[in-house]
């Protein structure tokens, strides 16, 4: 025998307990019309009902996933942080370092470059601000 899922057993009482209601109404009021007119009537708000509580649940068990979704990177994030991402970071932080040292290596040949053979773009590489008016642009012939 198979088993019955518990939400065809849930819906099945929640009719039955509805059937009850409306029995003991006619029972005490007789007006037979009355319980129609109402039973059409939230017949019809059903599906607002069935709208506003899926919107609801929706939003509710998007935060609920949302939460869940960030407590499980927060956990990657500390278990890459803990040993092996600290040892990263400091051979990227090192890496970074020597990359620096490179690119400086490398501006200072180009204003030696420019100080040598174009002395007026060496003046306007070696400005601290362009848009300096009082800024010039000549070099003096010092050695």
């Known amino acids: 025998m198979r088993r019955i899922p518990w939400q065809y057993r849930l819906g099945a009482a929640l ?3 509805s059937a009850a209601i409306y029995a003991a109404h006619w029972l005490l009021f007789r007006d037979a019309h009355h319980i129609f007119v109402f039973l059409v009537e939230d017949i019809a708000f059903v599906p607002v009902e069935v709208l506003l509580v899926t919107l609801i649940i929706h939003r509710l068990l998007a935060a ?19 040993d092996p991402g600290t040892d990263l970071l400091a051979i990227l932080a090192g890496d970074a370092t020597r990359a620096y040292r490179a690119l400086a290596l490398q501006w200072t040949g180009y204003l030696g470059h420019l100080r ?3 002395p007026y773009l060496f003046s306007l590489a070696v400005r601290l601000n362009p848009f ?10 010092r050695p």
């Open 15 to 17: 009719v039955a307990l």
């Open 132 to 141: 300096d008016p009082a800024a010039s642009a000549t070099i003096d012939a």
């Open 64 to 82: 609920r996933e949302r939460c869940a979704t960030m407590n499980k990177m927060n956990m990657v994030i500390g278990a890459f942080f803990s």
């Open 116 to 118: 040598d053979g174009y």
